[in-house]
């Protein structure tokens, strides 16, 4: 069972989706993100199984919540670097975002 110190370890922060484009060579549908998470943290990468219900379109400019104090991850020939949060559904990951625009690295807590 975890405990709430646990949850405490986690870094978890809002960022904007900058870039987004198709992981070709990952095993499961994916995009590859780029995702501004302020000054503090900069600009990191990302893999995101989210094709199923999100266009690359659709991914621009959105405010998303991610893990970032995980070690990157070699996901093929990609290094992803932050954990995007989301939702399993039964007809695919829906991402958690604010309700309400925040400023990139605001910290949940």
Not at 3 to 13: A, G, P, Q, S, V
Not at 45 to 71: C, D, H, M, W
Not at 96 to 106: E, R, Y
């Amino acid at each position: 069972m975890a405990i709430f110190e646990d949850f405490l370890k986690l870094d978890i922060r809002v960022g904007t989706i900058l870039e987004a484009k198709n992981f070709e060579k990952a095993k499961k549908p994916a995009y590859q993100l780029k995702i501004d998470f302020g000054s503090e943290i900069g600009i990191k990468k990302s893999s995101a199984q989210i094709t199923n219900l999100y266009t690359i379109e659709q991914l621009i400019g959105r405010q998303i919540l991610a893990i970032v104090n995980f070690p990157p991850r070699q996901i093929a020939d990609f290094m992803s670097e932050v954990l995007v949060l989301g939702i399993y559904s039964e007809n695919g990951v829906v991402l958690i975002t604010p309700t309400q625009q925040v400023m990139n690295g605001d910290k949940l807590g």
